[in-house]
């Protein structure tokens, strides 16, 4: 996730965290050089503490905000409903192929969620509609999926696939099957 600093800053504000960041100094600091060829960006040595600040909020927000267990569940849930309402929102387009017509993606604001739960009123019944608009009803009633474990992965074995995951939890178990979700964890640290 990239973030900018004006937006981590207001992010920290809303959440209370105590943040020494001044990152208006730190971007006055900076400065592009070239070495050996490539171009790099420089930052003075005296602003070791204000990059530190840096890293360790993006870390701290990580950890509280943006992969809190409240905010994966209903992130899974938004990607749900919108899996489902993919081909129901447009007569000719399609929510995956909006990345190629840039008016209709800037017409896609957090509105999304509440014309999908009103779709009923212009357009009728239909399954994936109202399966999205459950989906929409247990985010507004806070009745959201629920975590039911986190794993590091094992050392002896590696697992590629999201199928071989849900193989290894369920077991022939094929309605826990069909109710597993499972999302990655990825930290990189280079």
């Known amino acids: 996730m990239s973030i900018s600093l004006t937006t981590c800053c207001e992010i920290v504000t809303i959440f209370g965290i105590t943040c020494t960041l001044n990152w208006r100094r730190l971007i006055h600091m900076m400065r592009v050089v070239e070495k050996d ?59 995956s192929d909006s990345i190629n017509d840039m008016i209709f993606y800037l017409s896609l604001t957090d509105y999304i969620l509440d014309m999908i739960a009103n779709l009923n009123i212009w357009l009728g019944e239909s399954p994936q509609r109202s399966e999205a608009q459950k989906i929409i009803d247990r985010i507004y009633r806070r009745k959201l999926y629920t975590l039911v474990g986190e794993t590091p992965p094992s050392n002896d074995k590696y697992l590629e696939s999201t199928d071989d995951i849900i193989s290894e939890i369920s077991g022939e178990d094929n309605t826990l099957r069909e109710t597993l979700c499972v999302a990655y964890l990825d930290l990189k640290f280079w």
Do not use: W
């Open 37 to 95: 060829g490539e171009l790099r960006i420089a930052i003075r040595d005296k602003e070791r503490d204000n990059v530190f600040n840096l890293f360790y909020l993006r870390m701290h927000l990580r950890r509280i905000a943006y992969q809190h267990p409240t905010c994966s569940a209903i992130d899974l849930m938004v990607k749900d409903v919108l899996t489902l309402s993919n081909n129901i929102l447009h007569p000719t387009k399609t929510l």
